[in-house]
């Protein structure tokens, strides 16, 4: 296994990897573009957090997130399935969310989702393991293996602000989608991980100089 997104240093291989590979990469680092390690736990409350925070601003998944944790201690699977519907909902979740986090959570508690091994696993099998319970899809597997296990190469190709920041950044008409995305991101290998972060840091940039809110 590739050596783990875990500190500072590995952050800073990847990035002059990724210059030495791509010449936009090297700009961007010429223009200060330098995304910070930020990593969140792994097990289940890292994996709900990135569910929380699926398709909402992030102050409103750091709203929820916060009333989501005020209800659920400790933030574990068997805690979370104590909880009421109508107790999730009020903490902000959708009806959606709750049966995402009711299937991960019974998954994990029933032994099929090792969630608490997936880092001895390649990539591509951990990640199948997380898509195999029902809500979990490609971009919510692909962000927890890059910022709760911190595989470097993990690359979440369906999201928008990484799409947005693509186009930005290499002059292309239209937003790339994953699959012309993912292509693009050949040559970033064995660091698309770092190289999201790249774009996403891009993106918060690019937002910032237009005054729109991240």
């Not at 920041?165 to 064995?190: C, S």
Request: aromatic share 8%.
């Amino acid at each position: 296994m590739a050596t783990l997104l875990e500190t500072d240093a590995v952050l800073k291989r990847g990035l002059a990897a990724l210059a030495k590979a791509d010449p936009v990469m090297a700009r961007l680092a010429d223009e200060g573009i330098v995304p910070q390690l930020r990593k969140r736990p792994p097990g289940f409350e890292g994996l709900a957090w990135i569910v929380v925070g699926q398709q909402v601003s992030t102050a409103s998944a750091t709203a929820i997130w916060g009333r989501l944790r005020a209800i659920l201690e400790p933030a574990t699977p068997e805690a979370f399935l104590r909880l009421s519907d109508e107790s999730l909902r009020t903490a902000g979740l959708s009806a959606g969310k709750v049966r995402t986090l009711r299937a991960v959570a019974t998954e994990i508690v029933e032994g099929r989702l090792p969630l608490h091994e997936l880092h001895s696993h390649p990539a591509d099998e951990a990640h199948s393991l997380l898509t195999r319970v029902k809500g979990i899809g490609p971009w919510t597997a692909d962000v927890y293996l890059l910022f709760c296990l911190g595989y470097p190469d993990a690359f979440p190709s369906g999201d928008l602000a990484v799409q947005e920041a693509a186009r930005l950044a290499y002059g292309l008409e239209q937003r790339p989608d994953a699959k012309a995305l993912n292509v693009l991101a050949e040559r970033w290998r064995p660091w698309r991980g770092v190289a999201a972060k790249v774009l996403w840091a891009y993106y918060r940039a690019a937002k910032a100089r237009e005054g729109a809110p991240t």
